[in-house]
């Protein structure tokens, strides 16, 4: 990290600090001050927003329509506001040898996995960037993890090294003396992590989660001997029976942490692990259903709108997330003015839909799995949907596994739904099907849905 963005990063995480301490009532200006000047910069550098907002420049945000990463990248040299950028010329500089580089020798670039069929491409400049890097570091202090000019501890990030991916993106740019870290990549084989991580001996240890449930499984079985401070995962859902062996592997509990490649930091736990708190002093976060209408705190959404608030190079207002979540009613003890999440159920494309009584598709959402395969004695598990099989993968299973029994558990879970004679069947693997960023996905839908006229 070279010394002008070190010092950026550095003052920006001192002023989140003193956000922590603000009343909800000054988070809240804050965040109509930093709202009303993202919207005159889009309505100023960006036709597109001249267009898409025309008419609506005085109405209030929920009245604004919403804006998909479809039709981002379909008006794409339309919203971005710097007119040398073009959508043809980002994708020629991702495809071009050496990744990593700035496009245009001042743009990060970072892509999008397409887990929802439209791969996006996100641009940040000096500015936008060094706020991406104070929202990560973030969980660094939550966690009591102490990182400046006196403080350098050694690091583990056990994720991608994919260059174009935000998470490698982030650790090239942090990779300093300050903050010594190693890098591994999440598809690496097991032992291989193990023997990198034995010979680094991190203080703080960063991963996917389903790699850290692994990683604290080594641990438990003695092959791993390292001593974390603190462990923060990402990137996946952290399922309880993760968070759980996460805990009895090294006797601390995890701190999650919940992102996107748009919006770097959403929101994450603090040292009560009551929920995760939302970012709100760097963005403003709406839950609405599948209709875009709001979704009261308690009820799970369908949908999270975000106004990233220091965007401006790709200004993003009321940008959907699929991600299903729900917020808290309540406050947190610690004090700090933010919401929180209570749940974080995966995205919608992650919800099957499988046959019902005449003709119907019934839509069978993730946490009814993870209330089933949590308490089953499995190293992981995962579930996969072709056409509307429906297969069961785990790994290291326990000695009382009875896979039959899992089949009919599952199988009855579905019928209480509506599903038409579900076929379930449990397949014991040596290991999960993984995303071309490492990512160990809970549940992969490999086919269309079948045919049906209606959702239940």
């Known amino acids: 990290m070279n010394a002008r963005l070190l010092a950026e990063v550095l003052l920006k995480r001192r002023t989140l600090r003193t956000h922590d301490a603000w009343s909800r009532q000054q988070l809240e200006r804050h965040q109509e001050r930093a709202l009303a000047t993202l919207r005159r910069f889009a309505l100023a550098r960006s036709p597109f927003y001249r267009r898409f907002h025309q008419g609506l420049e005085d109405r209030p945000l929920h009245e604004l329509p919403v804006l998909t990463k479809s039709e981002l990248m379909s008006r794409y040299d339309e919203l971005v506001t710097d007119r040398a950028v073009h959508l043809e010329d980002v994708r020629a500089h991702l495809a071009a040898p050496g ?7 001042r743009y990060q670039v970072n892509a999008t996995a397409g887990s929802t069929g439209h791969p996006g491409l996100f641009l940040f400049n000096r500015e936008e960037w060094s706020w991406v890097l104070a929202s990560y570091a973030r969980m660094y202090a939550w966690s009591g993890i102490r990182a400046d000019l ?3 501890p050694r690091l583990a990030v056990v994720s991608t090294t994919h260059p174009w991916h935000q998470s490698a ?3 090239a740019s942090v990779q300093s003396p300050l903050v010594p870290t190693l890098r591994l990549d999440a598809d ?7 023997a990198a991580l034995n010979a680094w001996q991190p203080e703080g240890l960063v991963a996917y989660a389903g790699t850290a449930h692994q990683l604290a499984g080594a641990q438990l079985s003695g092959e791993l001997h390292i001593r974390p401070r603190a462990v923060l995962t990402a990137s996946e859902v952290l399922t309880g029976e993760a968070r759980r062996r996460i ?6 509990r995890p701190f999650n942490e919940y992102g996107a490649t748009e919006t770097a930091g959403i929101a994450g736990e603090c040292a009560h692990h009551d929920g995760l708190h939302l970012y709100e002093d760097l ?3 709406e839950v609405v259903d599948a209709h875009h209408r709001p979704v009261p705190p308690g009820e799970t959404g369908e949908r999270l709108l975000v106004s990233v608030l220091f965007s401006r190079t790709l200004p993003l207002i009321r940008y959907e997330l699929t991600d299903r979540v729900r917020l808290d009613t309540g406050r947190c003890a610690c004090g700090m003015p933010y919401r929180r999440l209570t749940a974080i159920e995966g995205r919608a494309e992650e919800v099957l839909r499988l046959p019902g009584a005449r003709g119907t598709v019934v839509t069978v959402h993730p946490n009814v799995f993870h209330d089933l395969m949590d308490a089953v004695p499995v190293s992981q598990w995962q579930v996969v949907l072709t056409g509307s099989a429906v297969r069961v993968r785990v790994t290291g299973p326990g000695a009382t596994l009875t896979p039959g029994s899992v089949e009919a558990n599952v199988a009855a879970a579905l019928e209480r739904r509506g599903v038409i004679s579900p076929d379930v069947r449990v397949e014991v693997v040596e290991q999960l099907s993984r995303t071309a960023l ?6 992969r839908v490999e086919s269309a849905e079948p045919p049906g006229r209606a959702d239940r």
């Not at 805990?247 to 601390?252: D, I, N, Q, R, V």
């Open 99 to 105: 990744g990593g580089k700035p496009f245009l020798g």
């Open 150 to 152: 006196t403080h350098h």
């Open 169 to 171: 993106s982030v650790g």
């Open 188 to 194: 690496q084989p097991l032992p291989e992590l193990v």
């Open 247 to 252: 805990t009895s592997a090294w006797g601390k």
């Open 283 to 285: 963005l403003v976060i």
């Open 438 to 443: 490492g990512k160990t996905p809970l549940i």
